[in-house]
């Protein structure tokens, strides 16, 4: 095995890449400002990027902002410990890409909302949207800004050799540089980070599967995959069985028809972190853009799942040993693609760990951007300064920017985000509020007569019944539920649990039953006053948008049979 230490030639390309990426953004930030920072103060420029981005530097932004560790190291380590079956978080976001193409994004463009928490203040009131403001200030830093950052730091440095905490604050800095810019600057720097993502993700396919078909006499990437499908069958397959151990994780059925939709669209559709990119578009750039998104979410299990499952062979063949990933109780499945760019070759290994960084540096300066975007003009704006100006909205940005990242640095080492898998800890404690918030949302949309008072009960409601469904379990017996596959013992467990994607559906039906009983009551009937402005000619696509989309359903629906 080589030594976890970048050779001169690695720090070469690493660098070259960065200088690349800065040198961009610099220009980008001076001709925004036309050098004397005349747009420095307008803050929906430097939040959103308010008609700036083109297509296709939306959609690479929307998939920079999201791919990062969770999927280069959680999700990697998920196809080494489940296989295929982790693809349905990305093949099932192209198709949730464009469900939110066709009827979200209209829905937002036509009534001039550009964050979340605008949104119910304009739909519900602003009890519910400060309430959000706050959890969505809380779940982005507790959650996904310390993962990201632990989880990219552990990567880089397994890597590279360099000290843990070093390459936490390293990143950060990286990103606070990138983000100070805004969201033009973060958006068209996204560009290139996505080029060099997938540059480098595909070479780390391409040497993987490589290794295995030499390490079994034979060479060729085609052979390696075919020889992965021989000797870890069942990490090919989609649908995972109720007998098999991470039947928890991923619970059979009901991943195509239950919670994985609700992670999907609420994450899609209702995220401030991801819709803020397309909301200062028109409605054909915003389409575009989370088109072009959803034919990129299709190869990212080449370029992740694919890396995992091959680790998974070569590990089972002796290749890595268990000072590599550990063993029994302590294997940790996290180590797989680290483990891989540390047997890549001088130069490729430098430019694959640059693509690493890229994406984590990428999905950090695009998470602080959004929590500096709620704080600013969701909670400063409204109730701590109701007459900043322009250029104090931007600086309090600013500084929300780097505050956050700070709290990120001092939390991340103490959430055990290693321990349990760092894809699953993201998608679990992200689920806790996911299916309330989109209750809210969708009935927010399409239903007039919701009440500010239903959305207030899907949001605390929802979160609460989350946490009850979480320790239920210890409290009672739930094996009647194990013949429908709502319930399963866990490996090393006696106790029966609810697979979090199916906590997730019991939540989301249980807050729209809630919404509507309330709303009801509250409003004996009548449309709500506040009801958005909505009309049926907003939800028809344009050819080229149509023909992209069937495309795209065709794709998913070919692999999903092949790999049932």
Known sequence: ?????????????????????????????????????????????????????????????????????????????????????????????????????????????????????????????????????????????????????????????????????????????????????????????????????????????????????????????????????????????????????????????????????????NYWGCNQYITQRALGADLPTARGGLLFAAFLKMLMPVIVVLPGIAAFVLYRENVFGAAEFGSGADLNPDRAYPVLLNILPIGLKGLSFAALTAAVVASLAGKANSIATIFTLDVYKKALNVNASEKKMVAVGKITVVVAMLLGILIAPHLGIDKKGGFQFIQEYTGFVSPGIFAMFILGFFWKKATSGAALFATIGGFLFSIVLKFLPGMTDLSFLAPFGFAVKPEGSNIYEIPFLDRMGFVFVFCIVGMLLISLIQGKGLASPKGLEIDSSMFRPNRSFAIGSAIVLSIITCLYVYFW
């Not at 030594?3 to 001076?30: E, K, P």
């Not at 979200?104 to 949207?129: E, S």
């Not at 552990?154 to 390293?170: D, E, H, P, R």
Request: hydrophobic share 55%.
């Open 1 to 265: 095995m080589q030594q976890h230490q970048l050779a001169t030639l690695d720090y070469v390309v690493f660098f070259v890449y960065f200088l690349i990426v800065a040198g961009y953004g610099i220009w980008i930030y001076n001709r925004k400002t036309g050098h004397d920072g005349t747009l420095e103060g307008d803050s929906k420029d430097y939040f959103l990027a308010e008609g700036s981005l083109t297509w296709w530097a939306i959609g690479s932004s929307l998939i920079a902002s999201n791919i990062s560790a969770e999927q280069f190291v959680g999700m990697a380590g998920s196809g080494f410990k489940i296989g295929l079956a982790i693809s349905a978080y990305e093949w099932m976001a192209s198709v949730t890409l464009i469900i939110v193409a066709t009827f979200f994004i209209p829905v937002y463009l036509k009534n001039r909302i550009f964050t979340m928490p605008q949104f119910l203040h304009q739909r519900y009131n602003g009890t519910v949207a400060m309430i959000m403001a706050i959890f969505w200030l809380a779940l982005y830093v507790v959650v996904n800004l310390t993962s990201i950052l632990y989880l990219g730091a552990i990567a880089v440095s397994s890597v590279s050799g360099l000290n843990l905490t070093f390459c936490m604050y390293a990143l950060a800095v990286a990103a606070v540089i990138i983000t100070l810019g805004g969201m033009k600057v973060i958006g068209f720097t996204d560009v290139i980070q996505v080029f060099f993502l997938i540059l480098g993700g595909l070479a780390t396919t391409y040497l993987a599967l490589n290794l295995v078909s030499e390490h079994f006499g034979t060479t060729g990437v085609v052979n390696g995959f075919n020889i992965l499908m021989g000797k870890a069958n069942e990490h090919f397959h989609m649908i995972v069985k109720r007998d098999d151990p991470n039947y928890i994780d991923l619970p059979g059925l009901t991943v195509l028809l239950g919670g994985l939709w609700i992670v999907n669209l």
